[in-house]
Every structure is written in structure tokens, then in C-alpha cells.
């Protein structure tokens, strides 16, 4: 029985020591490293606070169900200013482009009458919310148009030009792709005053009419 107390003793003293040196040992190792917090995920926020400059093109049509309505395309430039305050965007863009909308009624050779838009443009203001790179609004503001009408008789022509002002309204999206570009999809509404024509020649004209168009046009923005 001593002897059997004895071992016993003995296992719990080396079980002891052991211990006694293994802790301390632990604790320096855990001293020795430091800690180091993980880091945080990057996020890419954009800002579209700026000037940019870009190109635009599209195509619009009357809106009119009684035929013969004016349709064609346009190309041109745009040129805008944004300021964004958390994810609010707001901002003033000025676009112009040369245009081919129009229509010609009849035959040139016994009589006929062409209105065409040659060139056309607006000065909005925007509204939108940005989602990180892609940015959704509104837009509103002044249009313009620059319209000729000609009439023909046995092969003669004569044809006058008026400006038209107007309003335009509608709404679009915008992705930035790359630093410092963007691209963007428009729908535009635009309403045109009338004008009377030919009013030297047949006093006091002939009126235009109001015209009004849907317009729709993808773009290209470089950002500064």
C-alpha cells in the first residue's frame, strides 16, 4: 500500500509540473502575437458631383394617330453639371442636335407639303438617386426646335423656317461603366408651340399647329 501511495504521489507531482511549465509557456506564446482586427470590405462609392460632356443620339415621332406623322433621327452633343448630397443627384444639362424628323405629304410634282425639324435641343434640370454606379432620375425643362416647311406645285417649291419653343419631360437611367464614363438611356417628351408660316405671302400665315414628339436616345458622358 505504501508503495502504491507513493506512485500516485509521484504521478501528481510530475501531472504538476507539467502543467506548471506548459502555462506560463502558453501565455507568452499568446502575449508574443498580436492582434490583429480583420479588415473591412471595400466598398466603391461614386460621386457624381462634377462637369461632363458626352454625345447622344435616338430617334423621336409624333405623337399622333392620324398618319403621316413626323419621325426620324437625331445626333448631337450634351454638355451638364451634377451635384450630389448623400444619394440625391441633382443637375442642369444642355443637349443640341442636328435632326432629319419629318414628313412630306403628297407629291412635289402636282403639290405637296414637308415639315422637317433640322435641328433641336433642351436645357433641363434633373432630378435622380443614385445606386452606387447607377444613377435614376428625372428631368425637365426647356426644348427647342429648329423646323422647315416647304410647299411644292408643279415643281416649285417655296420654304420657310421658324424656331419652335417648348417643354420636354421625361426620365432615364445612367451607369457608370468605367472612371470617369457613363452611359445613359432617355425618354423624352417634347411639345412644340405653333408658328405661322409663309405670313408675307399669305397674311397673317399658315399655323403650324402644336407638335409634339416622343423621343427616345442613348449617350456617352466623360465625367471631370
Wanted: proline share 4%; charged share 15%; aromatic share 12%.
Amino acid at each position: 500500500m505504501p508503495k502504491g501511495r507513493n506512485v500516485k504521489k509521484i504521478l501528481l507531482t510530475t501531472s504538476a509540473l507539467i502543467v506548471l511549465g506548459i502555462a506560463p509557456a502558453a501565455a507568452a506564446d499568446l502575449a508574443a502575437r498580436p492582434y490583429t482586427k480583420a479588415p473591412a470590405a471595400a466598398i466603391a462609392i461614386n460621386n457624381w458631383t462634377g462637369f461632363y460632356v458626352g454625345a447622344m443620339g435616338g430617334y423621336a415621332q409624333e405623337n399622333s394617330s392620324a398618319g403621316n406623322e413626323v419621325s426620324g433621327g437625331f445626333a448631337g452633343g450634351t454638355l451638364g453639371y451634377n451635384w450630389q448630397t448623400g444619394n440625391f443627384v441633382l443637375g442642369i444639362e444642355a443637349d443640341a442636335a442636328w435632326a432629319d424628323v419629318g414628313v412630306r405629304v403628297g407629291n412635289p410634282a402636282i403639290a405637296a407639303v414637308e415639315t422637317r425639324i433640322r435641328d433641336m435641343g433642351t436645357v433641363r434640370g434633373r432630378v435622380g438617386y443614385a445606386f452606387d454606379q447607377v444613377l435614376v432620375y428625372g428631368t425637365a425643362g426647356y426644348a427647342w426646335a429648329d423646323n422647315r416647311i416647304t410647299l411644292s406645285a408643279l415643281n416649285v417649291s417655296i420654304a420657310e423656317s421658324q424656331i419652335h419653343s417648348g417643354w420636354a419631360a421625361g426620365a432615364g437611367v445612367e451607369v457608370m461603366f468605367a472612371p470617369k464614363w457613363s452611359v445613359k438611356a432617355e425618354y423624352l417628351y417634347r411639345s412644340f408651340d405653333s408658328k405661322n408660316y409663309f405670313a408675307g405671302i399669305a397674311p397673317p400665315g399658315i399655323a403650324s399647329g402644336t407638335l409634339n414628339l416622343n423621343s427616345v436616345q442613348v449617350g456617352v458622358n466623360y465625367h471631370f
